[in-house]
């Protein structure tokens, strides 16, 4: 499916992805986040089973979940994300689609929150070593 953005001429979702395993180097969105916590010391489960919307990261002890999202699939709502924009053709199928992913996340987000969970959403192009940073200091601050 993501083949068929990757036609456009701008970078996008798909390309990067494609230019990450043309040099050989994993760079999928989740698992970079993973090793920067893991490195820092941070514990979780994954892919919370029984909880809504199946959470990335699941930190039980300190009521923290984080969902890690590509900017494409889950339509980053930040205007100057370059991997979310929708795609030129076939929008009777994008449009509806992508948002309906959005609109999911955020269901999901409100059911979770209600349940006294925290969330975090870690976006795919925001995953910068200075996020990271960040991050690991935002979930250190949560009490156990
Ligand atoms: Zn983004």
């Not at 986040?33 to 809504?52: E, M």
């Not at 900017?71 to 795609?87: G, I, T, Y």
């Not at 006294?116 to 995953?127: A, L, T």
Request: hydrophobic share 40%.
């Amino acid at each position: 499916m993501r083949q068929l953005v990757s036609k456009t001429s701008k970078p996008d979702a798909a390309r990067s992805a494609q230019m990450a395993l043309v040099r050989g180097k994993d760079t999928r969105p989740e698992l970079r986040v993973r090793r920067a916590l893991h490195a820092a010391g941070l514990r979780y489960r994954l892919q919370g089973k029984g909880l809504s919307g199946k959470p990335d990261l699941v930190f039980r002890s300190r009521r923290l979940l984080i969902f890690i999202h590509g900017c494409f699939w889950h339509q980053h709502p930040d205007p100057d994300c370059r991997l979310a924009r929708m795609p030129k053709s076939r929008l009777d199928f994008w449009v509806p689609k992508l948002r309906g992913n959005r609109q999911r996340d955020l269901r999901v987000k409100a059911t979770l929150e209600s349940q006294g969970w925290k969330i975090i959403e870690v976006w795919e192009c925001k995953i910068t070593p200075e996020q990271l940073r960040k991050l690991i200091v935002e979930i250190g601050l949560l009490k156990r």
